[in-house]
C-alpha cells in the first residue's frame, strides 16, 4: 500500500533579515532538493515549512546546525487548477467537520492540476473523506520527487 502520510519540516526561526538564508543555504550544499515550502511568521519568529525530497536527511542536516526542527505528517490531494478547485476540497472538509491547522498549495507539470497540502490534527478522517469523496491522494513518493 502506498504510503500518503507526507513528511513535512518545520523549521523555527527568528524573524529578522537574513534568518532564512542559511538554513536553504544548507538543504542545497547538502543536495536536499526542496519540493514545496510555506512560511508563516509573528513579529519575533516565524515558522518555515518544508517539503523535501529527503526528509529525514534534511532534518538531521538542520538539526547539526543547531536548528530546532519538527518533522510533522500531512497530506497531499491533487485538485483542479481552475477556479472551484479549492473548493471542491474544502467542501468535503466542512461537510465532514474536519478543522483544517493550515494549507499550502502549489502548481507542477500535469497540466491543469495543482497539489494542495493540507494538515489537520485527524488525519485518518481528512484521509478517509478525501477517498470517500474521490479526491485523490498524492503518495509521498510522489510529492518528494515533483
Given at each position: 500500500m502506498m504510503k500518503m502520510k507526507i513528511k513535512q519540516l518545520s523549521v523555527f526561526l527568528e524573524n529578522r533579515k537574513g534568518?532564512?538564508?542559511k538554513p536553504l543555504e544548507l538543504l542545497s550544499n547538502n543536495n536536499i532538493n526542496?519540493?514545496?515550502m510555506s512560511m508563516a511568521d509573528t513579529s519575533e519568529f516565524c515558522i518555515l515549512r518544508?517539503?523535501?525530497n529527503d526528509p529525514l536527511k534534511g532534518k538531521e542536516i538542520l538539526e547539526e546546525n543547531n536548528f530546532l526542527v519538527k518533522v510533522t505528517d500531512i497530506i497531499g490531494v491533487e485538485m483542479?487548477?481552475?477556479p472551484g478547485g479549492l473548493t471542491e476540497?474544502?467542501?468535503v472538509l466542512k461537510d465532514n467537520e474536519i478543522d483544517?491547522?493550515?494549507l499550502y498549495?502549489?502548481?507542477h507539470d500535469k497540466t491543469n492540476k495543482a497539489i494542495l497540502l493540507l494538515h489537520t490534527d485527524n488525519l485518518e478522517g481528512l484521509i478517509s473523506a478525501?477517498?470517500?469523496n474521490n479526491i485523490p491522494l498524492v503518495p509521498s513518493s510522489e510529492a518528494y520527487n515533483l
Open positions: 534568518s532564512l538564508s526542496i519540493r514545496a518544508l517539503v523535501v483542479n487548477d481552475a476540497v474544502l467542501k483544517l491547522e493550515y498549495a502549489f502548481t478525501l477517498q470517500e
